[in-house]
Structure formats: structure tokens, C-alpha cells
């Protein structure tokens, strides 16, 4: 299915083991990806309001409204869901790069849609049983999204932003809660994610006044995990996209999952550490015994990660 090609001078080899599970007559198909850095040709979608592209284990999402600083009406946010639940559903994709088109991530919401076709919007108030109005704001992936942030990411743009595990921002890049001018809420989980983020003082700075987060105050709060350098936030979030799917899939998203359950919903400290053991013991024998041989026989020593 995969095959062999070089990135540089180094090649990267992908195994995969299927599984198949009959389901009535559902068939699901599994692919569990051996802990080796890889790449495929690329699968592109380039029309409509989103790109897709996908490189090996990794996809990446893109806005493309740049006329409107990607900001985001019905259609793209509805493509958006449907292709960030591709991501979760296709097992032989492991992490996702959600970026923007022409030099912005997104500017929010498209106002200009909401002045004047607010007739034919329509929100689900009940948060279970639909999309949030940006899209995917109210899905719990279970794999890492990474956000590649240039330009503005702002209101909206903002909370799509947060929903990702990590933000890769460019210097000149700037966040903010800037519907605050407008009387639009945070209705896609910005006072949600922000505070478990930065912290409450910090978070109700920002909700509050809406001022502009320039990139070093942004990874001085957490917001930020990455600063690059303008035009390179795509390119580094995917290699730390392609990273992360290098290492052994189970133990890490069981991890992943542990920390956002203490983090939104835990019920007391030893809830929490109930979900880490009861997670954490089933990769012991899945993946931590192989993974302690091959660290046995030289591998991994000193640090290293390649």
C-alpha cells in the first residue's frame, strides 16, 4: 500500500498490518503503523473552501478563503467538520495540521454572512447533538492536531486555534478575542479551552478587552508552544506532525487522552489518576515490552530520537 521514498538523504520505510472487523455489514479496516518515520506520495484536494492534503501518517486541513482572511462562513465550516471526522475515523492517518491559506489562519467568523443571511443560520444550542457554529469546535479528537498559525487567528480563529493539541505561530502572527468589539460571543469553546490553557487571570485578560497577542506574549502564556520565523509555520508544524506519528501510536494517545481528561473532566484527583492506570496498563504489553527491548539492545540510549 505504502511505498518507499526520500526526504534528503534519508529514506523511510512504512509496514503496515491490516485488521479487519466484520460488523454486520459494516467492515472496518485497521492500520497499525510500525514505529518508523515515513512518507507517501501526497493526496491532494485543492477545490472548494478547505484543502486537504495528506503526507504519510500525517493530513493536513487548510483553510481557503484568503479574501476574507480565511474567515469562515456555513460551507467551510461544515467541510471542516466533515474532514477533521475523516481524520479521526481513518486509522491510517495519525496526526492533522490545521493551517490558513494566503498569510492568515482565520479571522473568525464571516460577519459580513451573519449580517446578512442571518436567517439561514442555524445553531444547534444543544452542544451534544450537533456542530459548533465554526465547525469542529466541539469535537474531542483522539489523535494530535496541530495548528500552524500565520497572520491573524482571531475570535473564531482563535477558538479553531485552541481546539488543536499545539500552536506553531509565526512572529508577526496575532491572536485575540476580536469579535469583543462586535458583541459576538465565544460560542465554539473559547472560554472553555482558553482558561485550562493559560489560566483564568490570563484568559479573562484576553476575553475582556480583546486586545491583539502578539507571538512572544502568546509563548510566554502557553498559547504559543512554537515561534517561527513568517512563511515557515506550515512547514514546521507538519514536521512535528510527522514526528509524533513516528512514535508508537497506543501509549501515545492513551497519554494524550489521560491529560485532557484530568484537564476537563476529572472528578477529583484520584478520578483522574484511576483513568491514567486503568489507560496506561494495556500499552504495557501492546507496546512498552517491545519498546524496552529494543531500548535493551542499544536503541534510544544517551537521548537520542532518531
Avoid at 482558561?195 to 510566554?220: F, K, M, N, W
Wanted: glycine residues 10%.
Amino acid at each position: 500500500m505504502y511505498s518507499k521514498c526520500l526526504q534528503g538523504v534519508l529514506a523511510y520505510t512504512v509496514k503496515s498490518l491490516y485488521a479487519h472487523f466484520h460488523l454486520g455489514k459494516v467492515t472496518k479496516r485497521y492500520c497499525f503503523v510500525s514505529n518508523a518515520h515515513f512518507c507517501t506520495s501526497s493526496e491532494r484536494v485543492t477545490e472548494g473552501t478547505v484543502v486537504v492534503e495528506r503526507r504519510g501518517a500525517v493530513v493536513s486541513v487548510v483553510i481557503n478563503r484568503p479574501e476574507v482572511r480565511n474567515a469562515v462562513n456555513q460551507e467551510t465550516a461544515r467541510k471542516l467538520l466533515e474532514e477533521l471526522k475523516a481524520f479521526e475515523e481513518d486509522q491510517t492517518i495519525c496526526a492533522a495540521v490545521l493551517h490558513g491559506i494566503g498569510g492568515n489562519f482565520c479571522a473568525g467568523y464571516d460577519l459580513k454572512e451573519l449580517a446578512h443571511h442571518s436567517a439561514s443560520l442555524k445553531l444547534e444550542q444543544d452542544v451534544t447533538k450537533g456542530p459548533g457554529p465554526m465547525g469542529p469546535s466541539r469535537l474531542m479528537l483522539s489523535k494530535p492536531l496541530i495548528a500552524a498559525v500565520s497572520g491573524y487567528a482571531v475570535a473564531g480563529g482563535l477558538e479553531l486555534a485552541l481546539l488543536a493539541d499545539m500552536r506553531v505561530m509565526e512572529e508577526s502572527a496575532i491572536m485575540g478575542v476580536f469579535c469583543r468589539r462586535f458583541g459576538v460571543p465565544l460560542i465554539d469553546g473559547g472560554t472553555v479551552r482558553l482558561p485550562q490553557l493559560i489560566g483564568l487571570s490570563r484568559a479573562l485578560d484576553l476575553i475582556l478587552t480583546g486586545r491583539p497577542v502578539g507571538a512572544q506574549e502568546a509563548l510566554a502564556y502557553g498559547l504559543a508552544n512554537r515561534v517561527v520565523p513568517d512563511g515557515k509555520a506550515l512547514q514546521v508544524a507538519m514536521e512535528l506532525a510527522e514526528q509524533i506519528s513516528s512514535f508508537p501510536q497506543q501509549c501515545l494517545r492513551a497519554d494524550r487522552a489521560s491529560a485532557y481528561h484530568a484537564a476537563f473532566d476529572a472528578a477529583s484527583f484520584t478520578d483522574a489518576m484511576q483513568y491514567e492506570m486503568d489507560h496506561g496498563l494495556p500499552v504495557i504489553r501492546a507496546e512498552s515490552v517491545a519498546g524496552a527491548t529494543r531500548f535493551s539492545s542499544g536503541v534510544g540510549r544517551g537521548g537520542k530520537f532518531s
